[in-house]
């Protein structure tokens, strides 16, 4: 007796005698491995293939436009300060000339006042002797000044100033004045130059520019300094990742 151990088309028989062909062995499960294999974790370790970009940039720090534009702003205050304190002096001293002139002789009568300063100013060549005084009817002083002063008036006239006016209150006052040896004069009452006009001018002159100067003094320092240090943080280092990655020991 015979026994075929195998079946024509090359396959093997099932317990029960039913051919069973290769392609229909159990298949495996997914998650079934060869025992050893390595482990698969589906993401590359730390530090391989960290993104590594272009490091921040810096910025450079205030513009040199604000040192240029403090500075002149420090001229344009120089410039108004000596206008300021010239044309105020000048403005001043037009304004303290007499508004008008009078004769050897002749009797004018002006309106005083004690706060206004009044003061009696001459015109005349050098070394003219002259005299002059309140008519009858009114009461006041002619008081010699220590200052030598010399305005000019808006006609061009330059006056010079011969008494101080001493008034007790305001109000209408006669006054004549008389030259000796036939000199020629002109005589004008008019307001004697404050010192508090001068020491304003004198404020005006230093004052202003100064403060022009101080604040592009102050600009050109804070600025120098802040593009210092934003050029020492341009040039330090950038933080980057490291050859083993952000995770260091």
């Not at 050098?126 to 002063?149: H, Y």
């Not at 604040?215 to 280092?237: D, E, F, M, Q, Y």
């Amino acid at each position: 007796m015979s026994h075929d151990f195998g079946n024509p088309s090359g396959g093997f028989a099932s317990p029960s005698g039913t051919p069973r062909h290769p392609a229909q062995q159990p298949a495996q499960h997914p998650s079934a491995q060869p025992y050893g294999g390595a482990p698969s974790y589906g993401y590359a370790p730390p530090g391989y293939g960290a993104p590594q970009g272009p490091p921040p940039k810096v910025k450079a720090g205030p513009s040199i436009g604000w040192i240029v534009g403090a500075w002149l702003l420090a001229v344009v205050s120089v410039i108004a300060g000596i206008a300021i304190s010239v044309g105020g002096v000048l403005s001043f001293a037009n304004g303290a000339a007499p508004p008008a002139s009078y004769g050897p002789g002749e009797v004018f009568t002006v309106e005083l006042d004690p706060a206004e300063s009044p003061a009696l100013y001459v015109s005349a060549a050098q070394g003219t002797k002259f005299q002059c005084g309140f008519q009858e009817g009114t009461q006041g002083r002619l008081e010699n000044s220590l200052v030598q002063t010399t305005v000019t008036g808006s006609d061009g006239i330059p006056w010079e100033l011969a008494f101080r006016i001493g008034v007790d209150r305001a109000g209408e006052y006669k006054l004549g004045c008389s030259v000796e040896d036939g000199g020629q004069a002109r005589f004008g009452v008019g307001r004697e130059l404050a010192a508090d006009a001068l020491v304003g001018g004198v404020v005006a002159l230093f004052l202003i520019p100064g403060l022009g100067v101080l604040l592009a003094i102050v600009v050109t320092i804070v600025v120098l300094v802040k593009r210092s240090r934003a050029r020492k943080l341009a040039t330090a280092p950038a933080p980057g990742w490291g050859p083993t990655g952000p995770y260091r020991g």
